[in-house]
C-alpha cells in the first residue's frame, strides 16, 4: 500500500495542505482541472491566526511583504461614524489584517511547496475514484488526453463548491442561499475618507457598500444589489459602480478603472462530515458562506492544516489511534458551522431595509460595540485567534487557569509549534517540574523544552499551536500516557485523567 496522498483542488486550501504534507515529508500529489491559474483578486484577506499557522512553514513573512496590512474597521451609517473595530491590540505577532490578491497568496504558496519538489500538476482531472480499507484508487485524465490509474492512500479533497469529489461521495450539502444578488469590483480609486490601513463599511437603507483597502489608490468594492430573481445578473459597469457609491457612500470617493468585477449570491452550507473513509473534504467543498468578515479562505486553510499533521503522523508511522484522524470532523465541523452562523448574522444585519428596524440597528450597534467585552469578542472572531477545540477528543486534562484545545499565542522569540519536517509536539514546563522522565516518546517531542506559559506546571502543545495537555509540576507521568496512547492506538481519557487529578 501507497501513503501518497492525492490532494484534487490546487488553490489556497490545496497548496496549503500540500505544503504542509510535504515539509512532514509525506508523499503528495496535487491536481487541478484548471490548465493555468487566475491572475484575478478574489479573496483577499488573509488572518491573524492563518498567519501564525502559515509561519510554521516560513510562508508568511513573504506574503506580509507583498500585502497591505489593515489595523482598522469602521461602520459609518448615514454620514456619521458609528463604530470602530481596532485590530493593533489583538495579542498576535500580527496584529492586522492582510489584504493580499489569491492569486498572490497561490503563487507564494507555490513557491514554497516546489521547494519540496511537490509543485502542483494542472491539467489533471479526477475522472473516477474508489476506495477500500487499504487505499484509494483514482483513474486521472491529462489535458493532452492520457489516463492513469493509481493507488493512493489517502484522497483530500479541496475541489471547491461544487465539488465532484462531494458529489461522488453522495455527501449533501445542507443549507439555503441567501435572496439578494451582489457585485464587487476592484477599482483604482481616489478619496478615500480613511488612511490605507482602515477598511470602512457604509450601512444605507439601500443595503451595504463596502471597501477594502488592497493598495495605494486601489479598493475591493462589494456592494448589495437587488433581490436576487433568475440568472445571476452581469456586473454593473463602472458609471453604475459610481452611482452606488454616491449614493450610499461619499461623493468625494471617485471609481476609476476596474480592475476587475464579479456578481455572486450567497450561500450557507456545509456537509454532515468532513470525512468518507479515507476520503477527506476540506475548504469550499465542505462548507460555503456569505463573505461577511472575510474567512472563507482562512477557514479552508486552517481546515488543511488541521487535517496536515495528523495525517502526517499516521502516515510515517507516528500515530495508530483512529481517533486522531477523526478528530478532524470532530474538531473542524463546528468550527465551519459557527462561522456559517456569523457571516450569516452579519450579512442580516447590514441588510436590514425596514427603516424602524435599521434605526433600532444603528442604536444598538453603536452602543454594543463601544463595550470593551463585545469589541474583544468581535475582534476574536474575525482575527480568528479564539478559535479552539475545547470538545476535542484528543484533549486531556486541564489544571489551573489553562484549559485544552484552546490556541497557544505564539512567542516572538521562538521557533513556530510544529515547525519542521516531523509533526512533534511541544513541551512547555516551569522549573519546578524537573526533567522528563527517560520513557517519555522522543519521536512524537520536540527536544528542546520550552519555559512554561503559564504557572509552574507541564504543557503539552500540539504541532497546530494548541494545547494538548496541561499537567501538574512534576506530573511527567500523565504526558507520558497522553503520548503513549496516541502513538500506540488508543483514546486518550480526558476525564478518567481529570478525575485522577482532581484531587
Known amino acids: 500500500m501507497t501513503d501518497t496522498v492525492l490532494i484534487v483542488g490546487a488553490g489556497p486550501v490545496g497548496l496549503t495542505m500540500a505544503l504542509e504534507l510535504a515539509r512532514y515529508q509525506v508523499p503528495v500529489r496535487l491536481i487541478d482541472k484548471m490548465t493555468k491559474r487566475g491572475d484575478t483578486s478574489r479573496a483577499i484577506a488573509i488572518w491573524p491566526r492563518t498567519l501564525e499557522l502559515l509561519d510554521r512553514a516560513g510562508a508568511s513573512a513573504e506574503l506580509i511583504a507583498l500585502g497591505n496590512k489593515v489595523t482598522a474597521a469602521n461602520i459609518i451609517a448615514g454620514s456619521e461614524p458609528m463604530a470602530r473595530v481596532q485590530f493593533d491590540d489583538v495579542d498576535t505577532p500580527y496584529p492586522f489584517a492582510l489584504m493580499l490578491p489569491q492569486s498572490d497568496t497561490e503563487a507564494v504558496l507555490e513557491r514554497h511547496l516546489e521547494r519540496f519538489s511537490a509543485p502542483s500538476e494542472l491539467g489533471v482531472e479526477l475522472i473516477t475514484f474508489t476506495q477500500d480499507a487499504d487505499g484509494v484508487t483514482a483513474t486521472l485524465r491529462h489535458a493532452d488526453g492520457r489516463v492513469e490509474a493509481e493507488k493512493f492512500g489517502w484522497l483530500i479533497a479541496c475541489d471547491g463548491s461544487h465539488?465532484?469529489?462531494?458529489?461522488?461521495?453522495?455527501?449533501?450539502?445542507?443549507?439555503?442561499?441567501?435572496?439578494?444578488?451582489?457585485?464587487?469590483?476592484?477599482?483604482?480609486?481616489?478619496?478615500?475618507?480613511?488612511?490605507?490601513?482602515?477598511?470602512?463599511?457604509?450601512?444605507?437603507?439601500?443595503?451595504?457598500?463596502?471597501?477594502?483597502?488592497?493598495?495605494?489608490?486601489?479598493?475591493?468594492?462589494?456592494?448589495?444589489?437587488?433581490?436576487?430573481?433568475?440568472?445571476?445578473?452581469?456586473?454593473?459597469?463602472?458609471?453604475?459602480?459610481?452611482?452606488?457609491?454616491?449614493?450610499?457612500?461619499?461623493?468625494?470617493?471617485?471609481?476609476?478603472?476596474?480592475?476587475w468585477t464579479s456578481t455572486f449570491r450567497i450561500n450557507e452550507r456545509q456537509i454532515s462530515t468532513y470525512r468518507a473513509g479515507r476520503v477527506f473534504l476540506a475548504g469550499d467543498a465542505a462548507h460555503v458562506h456569505s463573505p461577511a468578515g472575510g474567512q472563507g479562505m482562512n477557514t479552508g486553510m486552517q481546515d488543511a492544516i488541521n487535517l496536515a499533521w495528523k495525517l502526517a503522523m499516521v502516515c510515517?508511522?507516528?500515530?495508530?489511534?483512529?481517533?486522531?484522524?477523526?478528530?478532524?470532523?470532530?474538531?473542524?465541523?463546528?468550527?465551519?458551522?459557527?462561522?456559517?452562523?456569523?457571516?450569516?448574522?452579519?450579512?442580516?444585519?447590514?441588510?436590514?431595509?425596514?427603516?424602524?428596524?435599521?434605526?433600532?440597528?444603528?442604536?444598538?450597534?453603536?452602543?454594543?460595540?463601544?463595550?470593551?467585552?463585545?469589541?474583544?469578542?468581535?475582534?476574536?472572531?474575525?482575527?480568528?485567534?479564539?478559535?479552539?477545540?475545547?470538545?476535542?477528543?484528543?484533549?486531556?486534562?486541564?489544571?489551573?487557569n489553562s484549559q485544552a484545545g484552546k490556541r497557544m499565542r505564539p512567542l516572538d522569540d521562538e521557533i513556530p509549534y510544529g515547525a519542521g519536517d516531523t509533526p512533534r509536539f511541544t513541551l512547555r514546563a516551569g522549573r519546578a517540574s524537573g526533567e522528563p522522565t527517560p520513557a517519555l516518546r522522543s519521536d512524537l517531542v520536540d527536544p528542546a523544552i520550552r519555559p512554561a506559559a503559564h504557572g509552574a506546571g507541564i504543557e503539552l502543545v500540539r504541532p497546530d499551536g494548541y494545547l494538548a495537555v496541561s499537567a501538574a509540576a512534576r506530573d511527567w507521568a500523565s504526558i507520558e500516557t497522553y503520548l503513549d496512547r496516541l502513538a500506540k492506538g488508543s483514546r486518550p481519557r480526558p476525564h478518567d485523567a481529570a478525575l485522577r487529578h482532581a484531587g
Open 316 to 400: 510515517r508511522g507516528l500515530s495508530a489511534n483512529p481517533s486522531l484522524l477523526d478528530s478532524y470532523d470532530t474538531e473542524r465541523r463546528p468550527v465551519g458551522a459557527e462561522v456559517i452562523a456569523t457571516a450569516g448574522r452579519l450579512t442580516k444585519i447590514a441588510t436590514i431595509h425596514n427603516p424602524i428596524a435599521q434605526h433600532i440597528r444603528n442604536v444598538v450597534a453603536h452602543f454594543a460595540l463601544g463595550l470593551s467585552p463585545v469589541q474583544q469578542a468581535l475582534k476574536g472572531s474575525m482575527t480568528e485567534i479564539s478559535i479552539g477545540y475545547h470538545d476535542s477528543p484528543l484533549n486531556d486534562i486541564a489544571s489551573g
Open 163 to 259: 465539488s465532484p469529489i462531494r458529489h461522488s461521495l453522495g455527501l449533501s450539502f445542507e443549507g439555503g442561499t441567501m435572496g439578494t444578488d451582489w457585485a464587487l469590483g476592484d477599482f483604482h480609486t481616489t478619496g478615500s475618507p480613511y488612511p490605507l490601513n482602515e477598511l470602512f463599511t457604509y450601512w444605507h437603507e439601500d443595503g451595504p457598500l463596502i471597501f477594502f483597502p488592497m493598495a495605494p489608490g486601489r479598493y475591493r468594492v462589494i456592494a448589495s444589489l437587488a433581490p436576487s430573481n433568475g440568472a445571476m445578473p452581469v456586473p454593473p459597469s463602472p458609471e453604475a459602480f459610481q452611482a452606488i457609491v454616491d449614493r450610499r457612500g461619499s461623493r468625494n470617493i471617485v471609481l476609476g478603472d476596474a480592475v
